[in-house]
């Protein structure tokens, strides 16, 4: 399987601190996305990393990207409550003639005021 | 406010029905995919329409259909429902053939419970 898995499963901070996840993944891929999704909601997409780069920033959002290790990590700086849903990987599918994306089970991130 | 439309938002239906999910997608985006999420599976991939043609299949269950119509907009056939196709069901777009190259825009979802 394709599918990236985020570490840790569920994480919890106080406002202010800076909160990190990270993504493991199996295979070779040209890209990897982190996506947001509040509860019940739908997922929002928060950045692209391509597998030349190492690293990306868009905000407060800082992606990095290991592809000899197979790994990327979100770190989120300042955290605010607002910050509180749960964030998924997504890597390309591949084999089988899937196209997609498939999602990792994501990282239930609660930002305590 | 991703510009994708998803109905109904809800739908309570009992073991042995069909449903029809509909969706439609950014304006001007070819593309649509269907996700499942549940608490066990998390979030699978489905199926995938370009332009009216099925592009890519994942985890779609037989019992499961899908298809775009010239007007972009895509319906999710689920038939013969069983307890464990409760579930949030999603609809993204994109421009392009390929959500590698690209972010996806998701819809808030269809919640299906069958009971």
């Known amino acids: 399987s394709q599918q990236g898995e985020e570490d840790p499963q569920a994480l919890s901070i106080q406002e202010g601190e800076n909160a990190t996840m990270n993504c493991s993944y199996k295979?070779?891929?040209?890209?990897l996305q982190w996506y947001r999704q509040n509860s019940g909601r739908g997922l929002v997409h928060l950045i692209l990393?391509?597998?030349?780069?190492r690293e990306k920033h868009s905000g407060r959002l800082r992606v990095t990207l290991d592809t000899s290790k197979k790994s990327s990590s979100l770190l989120i700086t300042a955290s605010r409550a607002a910050d509180t849903a749960s964030y998924f990987c997504?890597?390309?599918?591949?084999?089988?003639?899937?196209?997609?994306?498939?999602f990792g089970k994501g990282t239930h991130l609660i930002i305590q005021p | 406010d991703s510009g994708v439309t998803q109905t109904p938002k809800h739908l309570i239906t009992a073991t042995g029905q069909r449903v029809t999910l509909r969706c439609s997608p950014r304006?001007?985006?070819?593309?649509v995919y269907w996700y499942q999420q549940s608490l066990d599976q998390g979030l699978q991939f489905l199926i995938q329409?370009?332009?009216?043609?099925?592009?890519a299949k994942g985890n779609i269950l037989e019992r499961f259909s899908a298809q775009q119509f010239p007007d972009l907009h895509s319906e999710l056939n689920l038939s013969s429902l069983e307890l464990g196709d409760s579930a949030l069901y999603f609809c993204?777009?994109?421009?392009?053939?390929?959500?590698?190259?690209?972010?996806?825009?998701f819809g808030e979802g269809s919640r299906l419970t069958v009971l």
């Open positions: 993204a777009s994109s421009s392009g053939t390929s959500a590698a190259n690209g972010e996806l825009f």
């Open positions: 295979t070779s891929i040209n890209n």
């Open positions: 990393i391509r597998s030349n780069e």
């Open positions: 997504a890597i390309p599918n591949s084999g089988g003639g899937a196209d997609g994306l498939t």
């Open positions: 304006s001007g985006d070819l593309s």
């Open positions: 329409y370009y332009n009216g043609e099925e592009r």
